[in-house]
């Protein structure tokens, strides 16, 4: 613990929080893209002029990477290498790059699968669409708060 | 702005006129035919009418529509006129038609010259496929010298074959010198699946030889047809593939001879589609040995028009009613221009029960003002007007595509409003500041507070609409029960919970808070007493109508599901201003560090805006479906479908 608190400085405790704020989020949405993608080619095997309606599907579970990056960017913009950044805000910071990256990890991961059964409800029904989009966004909202909250967390530093 | 009133058609006419009133109103295009054939199942019309079908007829029809789609789908791959990038289909003119059609028999020659070439080129593809395979399968033996047909000489035998790769061919080449010192045995090659043997021996020994070579998985290996020696056959099947190569050029060619008629086979196409869509209606109709009976649906303004000119046009007899109240009938909507551009959205949810009004009109301004609220860019909304206006002028587009292109023009100049309420333009933060409300990113709690409000702006709208559903289905005492004691709930809930909103004082709120307390405790007490009212015993009734309480937490998490308005908006706004920081890093101080940086940042800019403007589509989207519909809409209606000409390619001018 001690090694923790004292070697390491707050710009470091700030650089981890980045690497998992995107890292962890990339892994997910990779996962989750990954699975749709591969339910896609699938699809496209049979029927070929389904490709905007897969795309659109496959693309859903990329959000996760977006929000890490995104958060991971903004807790660079707070680290200054050489300067001093407190031990307390170097922590804050590390904190602050958690929610986005695991609950992305997560809801990367199963939003991706959603999307893959979504996109064999549309190989069968074309005209669902809509609800196949719907069912994958509702994984989409543990994703949007997480972010919102590793935002706000990075507002208090 | 509403669901159109349908009215019911009914036309007794006589077998003789059938063609032309059906192709009449087909041509008029405003009738919906419905398939009366459920008529047949009483014995009263059982022994009067028959059904009137041909499917024979149908699917010579399909049949005939099928090989003209190859055909012109081969010709299109030769057709190399510029296509527009959005194709509207052509007009033709009815003297131009009419020549054409009078020509049908040269183009049915076309058209099975261009199958007949069409069979070729499969036939080609697939002796090539066969020939190369060949090659694949010589390959292997290509360092064998001895010609292929030489099965031995007097005595002795020549042949080949192979053994699985695991097989250790050192060890079966001692073996079989050991066991039959009068063989040869020699390895041709290896790969990973096999070894590939050349075996030389005395044919009397053969027996002793194929025990020692069963032991490794021997098998033989013949080419019957083949002579001579491997690099010969190579040589040969190669040039043999050449030859078929040229030959399906040469097909290809014949084909691309024919890229002028695809016109004139686009229009036959067409004929023969409305041809088929004619006779295909005769299923729904009823007949008799003189005459026939069509039931239908049209649009109540158009009725009179149509009974009074096809009752003029022939000898028949039309009859219009106005459905009952409890009556179904097929959609049609009729909105205003904003209104309709949202109309494909409700529709992929569902299409509106003839019951309740259409939504599309109060869709429309939150869809619309959630997806810029989302975008949040100013300078991306520009380029959303501006790139859709510029198409909506420039070129001609079909129904469904110039209604997306409107909604973009919509939603752009949502964004742009947006933009400049929040300063968000290309994500530019010397700009920030000149935002007419508050900066976005500089003040994200203020914005998550208006997110919920916004939220609860839209919720209590749908709560409206159910409102104004439910009276206008004479219900009147369930707008008080369903709505405005939900409407006193909510309110009270929301006021109750002002303080623990990010950026709202307290202090100053306390008084709404004490209010809100109050009215959260007058609604609960209303629904716990009215929400079970179908239910007969008084214990029951009180215990659902607690339940019911239960969806406060529902309305809770519906708020909070506004937040992503927040989120996507603050997305947009951070990814630019990144893509502008990572362009700049290099600095502009040479020619090729400027193109480098316009390069960045306009490949950054279009990914930001691609990933962010689908996110602000699928998310107010999903807003309405199911914050919003959810509060009120049930849907379930089935389109309107009119009889009418229903073309591929053309546009027939009368």
Redesign the interface.
Known sequence: MEFLFQTLNGNIWAMFGAAIAFFVAGMGSSKGVGIAGQAGTGVLTEDPGKFVPVMILEAIASTQAIYGFVIAFLILGNVNIGGDLSLESGLFLFAAGIPVGLTGLMSGIYQGKVAASGINMIAKRPESMGRAITLALMVEMFAILAFIISFLMLGKV | MAIVKMNKLSLIGLESDKERILDNLMKMGVVEVTNISEKMSSDDWNELVVKDENHEEISHLNSQIEKISSAIEYLSRFDKRKKGLFAAKRNVSMNDYSMIIKNHNKLWEVISEILKYDEMLTNLKSEINKNTNLILSLEPWKDLSLPLDMSGTKNTTVSIGVVPEIADTNNLNENLTKEVPESYCEVISEDREQSYLLLIYLSSKEEDVMKVLKQYGFSKTSFKDLSGTINENIAKISENIENFKDSISSVENQIASFVNYKDDLEVLHDHILVERDRKKISSNILKTQKSFILEGWIPENSSKTVKDYIEKSCDCLVEIIEPSDDEEYPILLVNNDISRSVEP?TQ??SLPNTKEIDPNAITAPFFILFFGLMLSDGGYGIIMAALSGFILLKFKLEEGTKKFMKLILYCGFSTMFWGALLGGWFGIEALADTALWFNLVSD??RM?SFSLLFGIIHMFVGLGVKGINLYRQKKYVDVIYDVVFWYVLFTGFALFLLPFV?KVDAEAVSGLVEAGKYLLIAGAVLLILSQGRQKKNIILRLFSGAASLYDLIGFMSDV??Y??L???G??TS??SS?VNTMGLMLGLDNVIKVIFVSVILIFGHLFNFA?NA??AY??S??LQ??EFFGKFYKGGGTAFEPFKVNTKYINLKY
Do not use: F, N, T
Request: aromatic residues 8%; without cysteine.
């Open positions: 959205i992929m949810y994200p709690e998550l990010p909070l599901s937040s992503r927040l989120a996507l603050l997305a951070v990814i990144i990933i689908l996110g699928v998310h989207s999903r479906y199911i």
